[in-house]
């Protein structure tokens, strides 16, 4: 994973973000810094970019092709989906 976006889930808020793919790990738990209300990056996403990037990592050993990879995880948030 290289590039990927981390955006605020809050309504209203349009704060969006495009990072390296290993900088996700210094939005967890932050709030948004426009809005300070809604967290980046939660536990469960963590988990979910951690094992995004296994994928990838088996896909690129056995010869896959890199393809675009979109991960909504609104519903991974309490009260959202």
Known sequence: ???V?????????GWIL???AEQVRDWHN??????GKGI???DAEIILHAV?????AISA????????????TAKLRKGRG
């Open 1 to 3: 994973m290289t590039n």
């Open 30 to 35: 932050k709030t948004c810094p426009q809005c």
């Open 61 to 72: 050993t056995v010869g896959g092709d890199k393809k675009t990879m979109h991960l909504d």
């Open 52 to 56: 995004a990037g296994a994928l990838e």
């Open 5 to 13: 976006q981390v955006k605020c889930d809050e309504a209203g808020c």
């Open 40 to 42: 980046i990056v939660n």
């Open 18 to 20: 495009g990072i390296e």
